[in-house]
């Protein structure tokens, strides 16, 4: 008969499904369908009667995964599961056990403790330097998750480097920052895991009722946790056969933080009769782009532990050597204008670096071309301040219509804000603040289309299931992310840059253990894409210093050019005045926006009534289809053919092909009136 949960895996994952009378572990690569075996499994047991929804408990490390593990289950028809992060399991049986246990509430969890670590550091060592703070609360967080007390610190700190401060110095900041949190009555998220496993060792009774409510266990990324996190997995299980772990050891890349991907590979030493299955069956990636991948960890393609490609064939991964890193990054923003022009989305495209401060070359680059561009950092999508607000106020407005439709509410909403279509010049927290309005608008937008008399009310509710999922909207946006960030995500084309010694590897990660890391984390970046792989590095020091970890896969001389001079974004001038440009508008116009150009304000208007109409009907933000600087520059211009039109900058032949029509008929109709 056929089994419609069953039916949508492959061997190893139908495996995975049905393996329930045993504990399992799951070493699951890159691109396997993790995530449907794990949320099958689930759904399996629920139709055969061998789990209660309520009683199950699948455990991931990102709320975005809970979410979307959520997701899945609701769509395959089980409603009840719990999908938590580990933190947000253990604080909800902290705040409901720990007054039983003790008399009084928990503790308030402190949002930052920056601040904390920052006074324990001025009185240890007289300084509160942010570099120092913060690679200081790195260490405690590793400390806390590796098991390691302020008073062991000095013993088993050997070999760590902590920005020149001594062991004995950072056990002193421990110890003071132990003191404000309980002065201040407040926990770190590492203290939630800590207590939980406190209520769960000396309260029996306790322990036995956390134990009752939760029977079936799946826990995701186990090549992620921590010394604290592996111990707590245990005291919830409890030695119980129903349990199922989940990782990949060629993608544990967060030993910083106090992980180690040696509890995901022994785990099945714990226990007599696990069972272990491989799931290498890729399903997301070209198998070009998989041989380079395997290549990266110097596993030979089918060989044990290779991922086994099964999409159609792709193009070839390139590899490209820049005099600096300026010219890389432009290098880039053409190579993605090209891939945009080929068919592929925006928010298909993404670059990759090791460092956040490769960014702001990337960001120039791409802002200097009119290629739209979101920035993907920590902080979650709905915690931001300014998306808190726009659902807030979109609540208010339902209280008091609910009649008017949600795209309006919205749009009311976001003008009350202050946003604007257009997005702003520059970079930092304002661009930063746009990008998140302009991707809540345009969700609610295109959720809109898909419902018939959709009431503002019903939107709401709808808003706060996708904020409860963490359920991110998909900004038409190029991503630009951390390698780490990056990890969980995917897209059709990949660029990585930088891609050279002392930056991957990097500098500070030369010998073993650390080495290893730093070839899987570029693995890691190598597996996020699924058709087109582009590999870049910039010269240092007039050397193409490319990574050791592509070397076997970059044959014949590279040829990298003298670094650019007088094509340098930087160096530009004013076609006015002479002196230098500087904002990105600026460069686009050719001036300075002060630098007065007489041009018909009649036809920068129609331009802009043009552009508004488009975006409308494109359901696109208006800067994508050009900027108020694109705008003034063709009203001063007044081009009258493509060719003329394609002079300009900010205008490739991508945009002349979807645009260049309409602007050229406003012209026209502007110089007919």
């Not at 991922?307 to 923003?333: I, K, N, R, W």
């Not at 009649?403 to 970079?427: F, H, M, N, R």
């Amino acid at each position: 008969m056929s089994n419609h949960i069953l039916d949508a895996l492959d061997p190893e994952q139908r495996n995975v499904a049905t393996l329930l009378d045993a504990p399992v572990v799951v070493l699951a690569g890159a691109g396997t369908g993790k995530t449907r075996a794990i949320t099958h499994r689930i759904a399996h047991a629920v139709s055969e009667g061998r789990y209660s929804p309520t009683a199950t408990l699948a455990v991931t490390f990102t709320t975005r995964a809970a979410g979307e593990m959520r997701a899945r289950l609701a769509g395959l028809g089980v409603r009840g599961a719990q999908a938590r992060t580990i933190h947000s399991a253990a604080l909800r049986q902290c705040q409901f056990f720990w007054p039983k246990a003790y008399g009084v509430a928990f503790p308030a969890v402190a949002e930052n403790t920056f601040g904390l670590v920052a006074r324990a550091t001025h009185q240890v060592l007289g300084s509160s330097d942010t570099a120092l703070v913060r690679d200081l609360d790195a260490e405690i967080s590793w400390a806390k998750t590796s098991n390691v007390t302020p008073a062991q610190y000095v013993e088993m700190a050997e070999g760590r480097s902590v920005n020149g401060a001594s062991a004995a110095q950072v056990a002193n900041v421990m110890t003071l920052y132990e003191k404000a949190k309980l002065t201040e009555g407040t926990v770190d998220f590492n203290d939630i895991l800590l207590c939980n496993a406190v209520l769960l060792s000396e309260h029996e009774e306790m322990a036995a009722t956390i134990r009752g409510a939760y029977r079936h266990f799946v826990v995701d990324e186990y090549q992620d946790v921590s010394a604290l996190q592996h111990r707590l997995i245990k005291l919830w299980v409890d030695g119980r056969p129903d349990v199922c772990v989940v990782g990949d050891p060629n993608q544990a890349i967060h030993s910083f933080a106090g992980a180690d991907a040696g509890y995901l590979l022994r785990f099945a030493d714990e226990y007599d009769d696990a069972r272990t299955v491989r799931l290498m069956r890729n399903y997301r990636s070209s198998p070009e782009v998989i041989a380079a991948a395997n290549k990266i960890l110097r596993v030979r393609s089918g060989a044990p532990g290779a991922l086994q490609a099964t999409q159609p064939a792709g193009p070839a991964p390139s590899f490209h050597g820049a005099p600096d890193e300026t010219a890389e990054s432009a290098d880039v923003a053409e190579w993605l204008r090209a891939q945009h022009a080929a068919g592929t989305r925006w928010s298909e495209l993404a670059v990759l670096y090791r460092i956040n401060a490769q960014s702001p070359s990337l960001e120039a680059a791409l802002t200097e071309r009119g290629i739209p561009y979101t920035v993907r950092g920590t902080e979650r999508f709905y915690d931001r301040a300014e998306v808190r607000q726009a659902i807030v106020e979109f609540g208010r407005f339902t209280q008091r219509d609910d009649s008017a439709p949600p795209t309006d509410v919205l749009g009311a909403v976001l003008t009350g804000l202050g946003w604007k279509p257009e997005a702003p010049s520059g970079q930092g927290r304002q661009r930063e603040r746009w990008e998140s309005l302009a991707a809540l608008r345009t969700m609610l937008a295109e959720e809109a289309e898909k419902r018939e008399e959709w009431t503002a009310h019903e939107a709401m509710t709808w808003l706060q299931e996708r904020a409860t999922w963490q359920a991110a909207p998909v900004a038409e946006a190029v991503t630009l992310s951390t390698l780490h960030a990056a990890k969980g995500l995917e897209w059709d084309d990949v660029a990585i840059v930088g891609v050279r010694e002392g930056m991957i590897p990097f500098v500070l990660a030369q010998e073993e253990p650390a080495l290893s890391e730093e070839r899987r984390l570029l693995y890691v970046g190598f597996t996020r894409a699924r058709r087109a792989l582009r590999v870049s590095w910039a010269a240092s020091r007039g050397k193409a210093t490319r990574s050791r970890f592509i070397a076997d896969q970059v044959s014949g001389p590279i040829t990298v050019g003298k670094p650019r001079q007088t094509t340098s974004v930087r160096s530009r001038t004013c076609r006015v005045c002479g002196n230098p440009l500087h904002s990105a508008a600026e460069r686009k116009l050719s001036r300075h926006e002060d630098c007065e150009v007489a041009y018909d304000e009649e036809l920068f208007e129609a331009l802009r009534d043009w552009r508004k109409r488009v975006a409308e009907e494109t359901k696109m933000p208006a800067f994508v289809v050009f900027t108020d600087a694109t705008l003034q520059a063709i009203a001063e211009a007044v081009p009258t053919t493509p060719s003329e039109l394609l002079k300009l900058p900010g205008i490739g032949q991508s945009k002349l092909t979807r645009y260049g029509d309409g602007a050229l008929e406003v012209i026209r109709a502007h110089q007919a009136n």
